[in-house]
């Protein structure tokens, strides 16, 4: 009799249960409003540090933007190289490039794994220099993007801070300036 005293009753187990239940329910979302947050914040560095290897790639080259790559490859445009391959010096690795939340579902991968990176370049800007380039001299060096986020990685299509964006003056926001 001793043991059925000291054993839980299946209506103790099942209140403890759905006590338990319920605080997952309530932390779930939490959570996954963090995740975001810790993704945006590593695109962000990663993007940074973009920004300071691109610096280095224009002082080693007379302020002249390079010809990258666009992606997704579609056709490959005459000279013109991966973004790795024209960073890759500057960067502390490929690892560089990704962003945290990449995701391609149509093709089950992700950009960074298909293509190299999870940035998209500005291709108007190859070989010509920022501050002299049409885009700056129409919208000023702050408005004109240098990199960006392929896809709305961090939110739903269409909101503007789906985006992270690297400006050519160094700002790196999650938003397209002149919206």
């Known amino acids: 009799m001793r043991d059925r005293e000291k054993a839980f009753t299946l209506v103790e187990l099942l209140v403890v249960l759905s006590i338990m239940a319920m605080l997952l329910g309530i932390l779930m979302p ?15 560095e990663n993007l940074h540090g973009c920004m300071i290897a691109f610096r280095m790639y224009l002082d080693d080259n007379k302020n002249v933007m390079p010809t990258i790559t666009n992606m997704p490859v579609t056709v490959p445009i005459d000279n013109s190289t991966p973004l790795y391959a024209v960073l890759g010096k ?4 490929p690892e560089a490039l990704k962003c945290p939340a990449d995701r391609w579902p149509e093709k089950n991968t ?8 999870s940035y998209e370049y500005n291709r108007i800007l190859a070989e010509q220099v920022i501050e002299k380039s049409r885009l700056a001299q129409r919208f000023g060096t702050n408005e004109v993007w240098i990199l960006r986020d392929y896809e709305t990685f ?12 690297l400006f050519a003056d160094t700002l790196v926001a999650d938003r397209e300036r002149n919206k």
């Open 30 to 44: 939490a959570l996954a409003a963090a995740r975001r947050v810790a993704y945006k914040t590593g695109c962000k």
């Open 90 to 93: 500057y960067l502390s690795g």
């Open 154 to 165: 961090h939110g739903k299509p269409g909101r503007a801070e789906a985006r992270m964006w």
């Open 110 to 117: 992700t950009y960074f794994r298909h293509e190299g990176s």
